[in-house]
């Protein structure tokens, strides 16, 4: 009956004398009791529930049937846009084949100041309304929408991202190429730490995200401590090639470089890649190995559903590594872990580490 299904909605319409698809109910979204949000900044680690939007199923009549039913192979797009744009410009902020899909306060703060150029404070009017997709690429929007207001906050200050600077990359500043990964999303923690081969006779500095297109950095103050300036002098100097586990904190402007004493070093993996739902957990689309250090993995990556993400090495299950849901966009992966947690679909840019597996999720 499924296989049915796929054939009517793939053609749309049969015209000879089986049975033909006629008509098609639309979803329509249900009203929820609270429409207005004043949303605050949760507490670290957390990401509270905003609201949870649920909708009909989309209904298909054929020829012979007496009424609809729903069909067989739906997926459903809850989209967001500025109340009176006619959703123009629309933003997905949940994918699913379910009929019900939550919208978590974290998220929804970020689409409103980062899709919408919603003001902190401010009430912004949204609009809701489900695409209803089937066959090849047909969609046909719900019957309704939903309104609502959700007045945001501003986030206190940010954990920006801190990248490598140096002769690994020709001193590119505005190179992204070398993150250093986090142990913690915290955003009173300002431990970052990289562990990667560092080859002889190198200098190198820490940039951060505020300062790329710049050569403000940090900087070699003295042996335990840096400074954070533009300057031609300060690099960190390494003499021998070797592995080495670098911890900086930007707060106190402190550093340790040890040497990395790892055994995994000499093993490498012909491809890695994020895997999880967006891919049915297979034909995982493959990260960029670096050239530098074969252990270091990025890439850039268009999801279109909410989804989990693990990692895998050489398309086997053998080597794979996943972190907690609460792990983003930083976390430290273990074998086998349940996969950190990509809650609202779009652009990603994703490194990993796999002599640590530190990873980190950072949205575009």
């Known amino acids: 009956m499924i296989s049915l299904w796929g054939s009517l909605l793939l053609t749309s319409c049969r015209t000879d004398d089986q049975l033909t698809l006629k008509d098609i109910t639309p979803t329509a979204i249900d009203d929820i009791p609270q429409k207005s949000f004043i949303l605050t900044e949760p507490s670290a680690n957390t990401n509270p529930l905003m609201a949870t939007i649920t909708w009909t199923q989309t209904e298909f009549s054929l020829s012979s049937a007496s009424h609809p039913e729903p069909a067989g192979t739906v997926n459903y797009a809850l989209q967001m846009d500025i109340d009176g744009n006619n959703f123009a410009n629309p933003v997905t902020v949940a994918s699913t084949n379910g009929l019900s899909a939550n919208l978590f306060v974290k998220d929804i703060n970020a689409v409103l100041l980062n899709k919408f150029n919603a003001v902190p404070e401010e009430e912004a009017h949204l609009e809701l309304r489900i695409l209803t997709y089937y066959g090849q690429n047909n969609s046909i929007p719900s019957s309704n929408t939903l309104k609502i207001s959700v007045t945001p906050y501003k986030p206190l200050e940010e954990v920006q991202a801190v990248y490598l600077l140096g002769d690994m990359n020709g001193w590119n500043n505005t190179s992204t190429e070398y993150i250093m990964f986090r142990n913690s999303n915290n955003p009173d923690d300002r431990t970052y730490t990289y562990t990667g081969r560092i080859a002889g006779n190198t200098y190198f500095k820490f940039i951060p995200q505020e300062s790329l297109g710049t050569y403000k950095a940090y900087c070699r103050k003295d042996d335990s401590t840096m400074t954070y300036e533009e300057t031609d002098a300060g690099a960190f100097y390494n003499e021998f090639e070797r592995y080495v586990t670098i911890t900086i904190n930007t ?52 999801f279109d559903v909410s989804t989990a993400c693990k990692f895998r090495g050489n398309h086997d299950w053998v080597n794979n590594w996943g972190g907690s849901a609460e792990e983003f966009p930083y976390g430290k992966a273990v074998f086998d872990g349940p996969g950190a947690n990509i809650a609202v679909p779009g652009t990603y840019k994703i490194y990993f580490n796999d002599l640590t597996g530190h990873y980190t999720i950072l949205q575009q």
């Open 251 to 302: 707060q106190d402007l402190t550093y340790t470089i040890i040497d990395y004493t790892g055994n995994n070093t000499s093993v490498f993996y012909s491809t890695i890649g994020p895997i999880g739902g967006f891919c049915n957990w297979d034909n995982e689309p493959a990260m960029t190995k670096s050239s530098y250090d074969g252990h270091q993995w990025s890439g850039t990556f268009t």
